[in-house]
């Protein structure tokens, strides 16, 4: 997916992304991070089609993504939001099998290769043997499961993830971004997700996008990119670098 100097505001005052351009990388992770009201989310609602650039235009596969049909948009990219909203009365496998809506033509039932779909994205997310709890029955860690095996049978090529781990706990949140790095690697989907915990976006992400103002401040690699002056000048707090024995670099942040 690329990015070719877009531009959108509600009102032509005030402007949330200006001429933002950049090339995700196919099959890489990449994060986004930054303060609140930089333009993370809105750069994802772009990419998904929920916002009209106000000028500029997005690619996938060298074509821009305004170009494509609904249906067929939904068979590349697959987004997740910080809250989700899901019918209560559905199972989990229901919820999981609209997934596949995009592969199937109205009113025919599902195929071996959706079933085949369906079930990798129960078993990825750890959702077996839960296909007929209803979703209100679910925790806040299962709902966010849901919907993620909802997107997995989707199959995309692109998967959106705007701070997946947000309410969340810390288990919960280490599993969401497990299942999506292994996601990654099985199936080279490219991931483009917005986070808000720094070290999470260093240990799962190949690269990072820093923002700032509707800009990038800075990108690269995940684990050489931010420094403590980069995040004093973005966010306004100090950081204290720690060396984890496996090399990678972690981030304690203070005022």
Do not use: W
Request: a neutral charge.
């Amino acid at each position: 997916m690329q990015i070719e100097k877009a531009t959108f505001g509600y009102n032509k005052k005030n402007l949330i992304l200006r001429e933002f351009s950049y090339s995700f990388k196919s099959g890489q992770i990449t994060a986004i991070v930054g303060p609140n009201g930089c333009g993370k989310s809105t750069l994802l609602g772009l990419c998904s089609r929920l916002y009209k650039p106000a000028c500029g235009a997005i690619y996938l596969d060298e074509k821009s993504i305004a170009q494509y049909k609904g249906k067929d948009f939904a068979k590349h990219v697959a987004s997740i939001y910080q809250i989700n909203e899901m019918p209560s009365d559905l199972s989990v496998l229901r919820l999981v099998a609209f997934g596949r809506t995009p592969h199937r033509k109205p009113f025919h039932h599902l195929n071996k290769t959706d079933e085949a779909a369906i079930n990798y994205a129960l078993e990825k997310t750890g959702l077996k043997g839960f296909e007929n709890r209803l979703v209100s029955e679910l925790s806040g860690g299962e709902r966010q499961r849901a919907c993620l095996a909802m997107a997995l049978a989707q199959e995309p090529q692109v998967l959106l993830l705007d701070e997946p781990t947000t309410f969340l706990d810390i288990y919960f949140q280490i599993e969401i971004m497990e299942i999506v790095m292994g996601v990654n690697q099985e199936k080279n989907v490219t991931v483009i997700m917005a986070l808000h915990d720094l070290n999470q976006a260093i240990k799962y992400a190949n690269d990072i996008i820093v923002m700032k103002g509707g800009q990038i401040a800075a990108s690269g690699d995940a684990n050489t990119t931010l420094t403590p002056e980069l995040i004093k000048s973005v966010f306004d707090v100090n950081a204290e670098v720690i060396k984890a024995a496996n090399g990678d670099n972690f981030y304690a942040v203070y005022r």
